[in-house]
C-alpha cells in the first residue's frame, strides 16, 4: 500500500531534550515536505526536499533540522526543543516538485513542557 | 509573499450545499488544491484544478476559478454528516522553476447539522 508513515504519532518531551521524528515513503518520491499545523494559522512549510541530499528552508525553519540521506526518509530533528514548538507535525511527498499531487503522513502530534 | 486567505467556519444543514471560499495572490500558480483534513486525522487530496481551467466537477464536488480575481471555490452538493471536517485551500509556487511548494490557507471548519 502506498503510503506516507511518522513516527512517533504522539510525543511528549520537556524542553531541550533532543529529538526526531521520522517520516518515511514507500512511493520513490522525490520531494518530500514538513509541515506544522497550529490553531489559527493553518499549515506552515517548515523545510523541503527536492531529492536526495537536497534540502531547503521553507517558511518557519527555526529550530529545526532536516537530511535527506536517503530518497525513502526525510527525518525532521529539533536539537533543543522550546514549549512553541509544540504542534502538530506533518510530512508529505510527491513524486516531483512540480504538478503532482502531495501525500501525506498522518500526523505526529508533539507537546514540549 | 504569497498568501492564501479563507473564511475559517461554515455552518450548513445537511442536504443542503456548502460554498468553501478561497482567494489567493500568486498569479504564476499553475495548480489550486482542496484537502480535508477528518478531526485527528491528516490532510486528504479531494480534488484540483489547473489554473487554465474555470471549473471542474467530480461527483458531488464542484470547483470553479475565477484567474482574474484569484477567487477559487469548492461547492459540495448535498452536504452529509460525513463532510464535517477541515478544508484547506492551497496554491502551488515556483520552486526552482517548476511548481512544487504549497501555500495553503488556514483552513474552513464545515460544520453539517443533521
Known amino acids: 500500500e502506498a503510503q506516507v508513515t511518522q513516527n512517533p504519532r504522539y510525543l511528549i518531551t520537556v524542553t531541550g531534550k533532543k529529538l526526531t521524528v521520522t517520516c518515511s515513503q514507500n512511493?520513490?518520491?522525490?520531494?518530500m515536505s514538513w509541515y506544522r499545523q497550529d490553531p489559527g494559522l493553518g499549515l506552515r512549510q517548515i523545510y523541503y526536499s527536492m531529492n536526495v541530499e537536497v534540502t531547503d528552508k521553507g517558511d518557519v525553519p527555526e529550530g529545526y533540522k532536516v537530511s535527506r540521506k536517503e530518497k525513502r526518509n526525510f527525518p525532521l530533528i529539533l536539537e533543543s526543543p522550546s514549549p512553541n514548538q509544540t504542534s502538530l507535525y506533518f510530512c508529505a511527498s510527491s513524486q516531483r516538485a512540480g504538478r503532482e499531487t502531495q501525500y501525506f503522513g498522518p500526523g505526529t502530534r508533539l507537546l514540549v513542557l | 509573499g504569497e498568501d492564501v486567505e479563507q473564511s475559517l467556519f461554515l455552518s450548513v444543514r445537511e442536504g443542503d450545499s456548502s460554498v468553501i471560499n478561497c482567494t489567493y495572490t500568486d498569479s504564476s500558480s499553475t495548480y489550486l488544491y482542496w484537502y480535508k483534513q477528518e478531526p485527528g486525522a491528516g490532510l486528504q487530496l479531494l480534488t484540483y484544478?489547473?489554473?487554465?481551467?474555470d471549473m471542474k466537477q467530480d461527483q458531488r464536488l464542484t470547483v470553479l476559478l475565477n484567474k482574474k480575481d484569484k477567487h477559487l471555490s469548492l461547492r459540495i452538493a448535498d452536504t452529509q454528516t460525513g463532510d464535517s471536517a477541515i478544508y484547506f485551500c492551497?496554491?502551488?509556487?515556483?520552486?526552482?522553476?517548476?511548481?512544487?511548494?504549497?501555500?495553503f490557507g488556514k483552513g474552513t471548519k464545515l460544520s453539517v447539522k443533521p
Open positions: 512511493m520513490n518520491h522525490e520531494y
Open positions: 492551497a496554491e502551488s509556487i515556483l520552486v526552482a522553476g517548476s511548481q512544487g511548494n504549497l501555500i
Open positions: 484544478i489547473f489554473s487554465n481551467m
